[in-house]
């Protein structure tokens, strides 16, 4: 099992691009689960992602947006990019539900800079 | 408001000492807490969650609710417990971090 897998690793864009990242889940796993880590903070909520539906959402501006595909992989995409918007994005999955551990499994994460 | 709060940004102790992560939380319901640990050039994993109520790698934390606290402990540190530790809430959201503490045992 190659557990939480994201693309791409790095990316750099300029202000005003849009950018779309990835995240397939762990094998089993049917939520996903987004967040932004600044340097120096820790990571934080933007959106979950449950039966292809955001169930939940984070103080984030609607700029940032979601999907999630019948095979439960999903995507982030952030239109007209500040310089602010530079961090790194953590994809989480987990299975969620009554009788579920409800343990989020993290990615190793896709670093965007904007210039 | 959910709320997590680590004091310390950096911790330095030496091999064999013991070993304190501070966690403060604040949430007016009965939360859910981790630990989350990231080791150098790793993802960040889950090291313990407070209704599991069992030690990994040495590590125990209890969760304080007169004092709203759920702070790591160690009794005796090893190098390879350098990282940067998380503290984490669940409650209204999947989890709230705080801004993490990194621990440096020096041999």
């Known amino acids: 099992d190659a557990g939480v897998t994201q693309s791409p690793t790095h990316l750099i864009k300029t202000r005003g691009q849009q950018v779309t990242l990835r995240c397939s889940p762990k094998s089993g796993h049917d939520t996903v689960s987004w967040y932004q880590q600044a340097l120096g903070q820790g990571p934080q909520f933007i959106f979950q992602?449950?039966?292809?539906?955001?169930?939940q959402r984070g103080n984030f501006p609607d700029r940032f947006s979601g999907h999630q595909f019948p095979n439960y992989s999903s995507e982030l995409n952030v239109n007209a990019l500040l310089l602010g918007d530079s961090a790194l994005y953590l994809c989480a999955s987990s299975l969620e539900g009554v009788g579920a551990k409800n343990i989020q499994y993290f990615g190793a994460g896709t670093r965007l800079s904007v210039l | 408001a959910q709320r997590v709060t680590q004091p310390e940004k950096l911790l330095s102790v030496f091999k064999g000492a013991p070993v304190e992560l501070k966690c403060n939380y604040s949430?007016?319901?009965?939360?859910?807490l981790f630990w989350y640990v990231q080791y150098s050039r790793q993802r960040l994993q889950l090291l313990l969650r407070?209704?599991s109520r069992e030690s990994i790698k040495g590590f125990t934390a209890d969760l304080n609710k007169g004092e709203t606290s759920f702070h790591l402990k160690k009794p005796f540190a090893q190098e390879e417990d350098s990282a940067m530790y998380y503290c984490?809430?669940?409650?209204?959201?999947?989890?709230?971090f705080g801004k993490g503490t990194r621990l440096s045992v020096i041999a």
């Open positions: 407070h209704i």
């Open positions: 992602y449950y039966e292809e539906e955001e169930r």
């Open positions: 984490a809430l669940r409650a209204d959201t999947p989890l709230v």
């Open positions: 949430y007016s319901g009965s939360p859910e």
